[in-house]
């Protein structure tokens, strides 16, 4: 698959997207400064979310449309005010994505409704993200899919059907390129609760690659992603979560973003393949082996016992399986101590059965 250019998948190191989601704090300085970070922390690129708090939900106080969960960061909030304090102005995206592009990132968004797939499409974003909460919305999938461009879905909640109905939707709709997302959709998620192992399964699954969309602090769960077999990795990002945000709490700093850069990549080149004996690169540490070795002077003629021989560093002896069928073999030339041992050097002592 193919975001603007750049090839996401299996063969390139991990596509990371710094999720600036409602960390701008409705501040359009701070949101170009969020490109800017994320660009000099090394992500691929920034994705935006694109709604109103009127194409989300409704105005109104009623059972259901105020967020009552327990330990929810956003616990007795109202949606559709919540929804107003987050969303990114439609006339920021413009300028949020000429920024981007002068900095060398993608910039695509996040769309939640017809209207926003609509908008997106005049500004030619290079591909699009479904949320979690959106991968059943079947009709959005249709209109996004229809657009040709990759299409990027997160999955959190959805059941293997619902995740095999989306996928089929997408591609009868025309989607060609398409990374599903592993996803917990808990704000912040826990390690516990990520089930990464969910990756090759879904892969197998659907016949797509498969990302992570990752709400745990730190990088080790993206990392572990990486491991098996993560062609993709999302996160929130914010300039600093002690300047607060509706997604701060859940979002990385751009030392974070960076390491999560580095690392997620070093976890890719670290996967190889399977093989066994030494590398090319360790060709040079086989000398630091230990092999057998003459640890005394001896004459011609003298008969080797256990004294004169060691198992030490460096390798350029016997192996040390050979050391006990030595005792007993004659040096053929005077040898010093450090001299390693070779068949060449010895005389082997008679075999007794060999005699009758």
């Avoid at 009709?139 to 959805?158: D, E, F, Q």
């Avoid at 990302?211 to 990486?226: E, F, P």
């Avoid at 080149?269 to 399977?274: D, E, L, N």
């Amino acid at each position: 698959m193919l975001i603007g250019g750049r090839a996401v998948g299996p063969d390139h190191r991990p596509y990371v997207i710094a999720e600036m989601s409602g960390n701008h704090n409705r501040s359009l300085e701070r949101a170009l400064a969020i490109v800017d970070a994320a660009a000099d922390a090394g992500a691929d690129a920034i994705k935006l979310q694109t709604y109103t708090a009127d194409t989300m939900t409704l105005d109104v106080d009623m059972p259901g449309f105020v967020i009552e969960q327990p330990g929810s960061l956003w616990a007795g909030r109202r949606l559709h005010d919540l929804y107003d304090e987050a969303h990114t102005p439609w006339d920021w995206h413009a300028p949020l994505m000429a920024r981007a592009r002068e900095r060398g990132l993608h910039c695509f968004s996040t769309p939640f409704d017809d209207t926003a797939v609509d908008f997106l499409e005049s500004l030619d974003v290079p591909a699009y993200k479904i949320a979690s909460f959106e991968c059943t919305d079947l009709p959005l999938i249709r209109k996004v899919a229809a657009t040709g461009k990759p299409m990027i879905v997160s999955t959190g909640m959805a059941t293997l059907a619902e995740i095999d109905e989306t996928v089929r939707t997408a591609r009868a709709a025309g989607c060609r390129d398409l990374v599903l997302l592993k996803c917990t959709s808990t704000y912040p998620a826990t390690p516990e609760n990520s089930n990464l192992r969910s990756i090759p399964v879904m892969r197998e699954a659907f016949g797509c690659d498969v990302g992570l969309s990752d709400h745990t602090m730190g990088c080790g769960a993206a990392v572990a992603a990486v491991a098996l077999g993560a062609v993709l990795v999302e996160k929130h990002f914010t300039l600093s979560r002690a300047e607060g945000g509706v997604d701060s709490a859940f979002s990385l700093e751009p030392a974070e973003l960076a390491q999560l850069r580095t690392e997620t990549e070093r976890a890719w080149q670290a996967m190889g393949s399977a093989r066994f004996g030494a590398s090319v690169a360790e060709q040079g540490s086989l000398q630091f082996r230990r092999s057998v070795y003459i640890v005394q002077d001896m004459k011609a003629g003298e008969v080797l016992t256990r004294a004169h021989l060691r198992a030490i560093r460096p390798g350029f002896g016997l192996p040390p399986r050979e050391l006990e069928a030595l005792v007993g073999c004659t040096v053929l030339r005077d040898v010093k101590r450090g001299t390693p041992t070779s068949w060449a050097l010895l005389q082997r002592q008679a075999d007794p059965a060999a005699t009758h």
